[in-house]
C-alpha cells in the first residue's frame, strides 16, 4: 500500500494532549481569547489563521514546504 512508505502518527494518547494544550495556550497567549473568537467568525474552521498564517501560526507551514519537495 502506498501510505505504508508514508511517515505518520500513531495516535494512544501519548504527549499529544499535552502539546496541543500547550499550542492553545500558546496561541491565547499570543492573541488573546476575544482575537481567536474573531478569527472563528470570519474563518470557522480557523485553519488559515492557526495553521497557515505567518510567523508562529504558520506551524503546518513547515509540514506544506517539506511536502513540495
Do not use: H
Not at 505504508?4 to 495556550?25: D, F
Not at 492573541?31 to 480557523?46: F, P
Not at 508562529?56 to 511536502?67: A, P, R, Y
Amino acid at each position: 500500500m502506498p501510505a505504508n512508505e508514508s511517515p505518520g502518527i500513531m495516535q494512544g494518547g501519548g504527549k499529544w494532549p499535552t502539546r496541543l494544550q500547550a499550542m492553545c495556550s500558546n496561541y491565547i497567549g499570543e492573541l488573546g481569547e476575544e482575537e481567536v473568537y474573531d478569527a472563528y467568525r470570519e474563518d470557522e474552521t480557523l485553519v488559515n489563521t492557526l495553521c497557515y498564517d505567518k510567523g508562529m501560526f504558520g506551524l503546518c507551514s513547515d509540514q506544506n514546504k517539506k511536502d513540495e519537495l
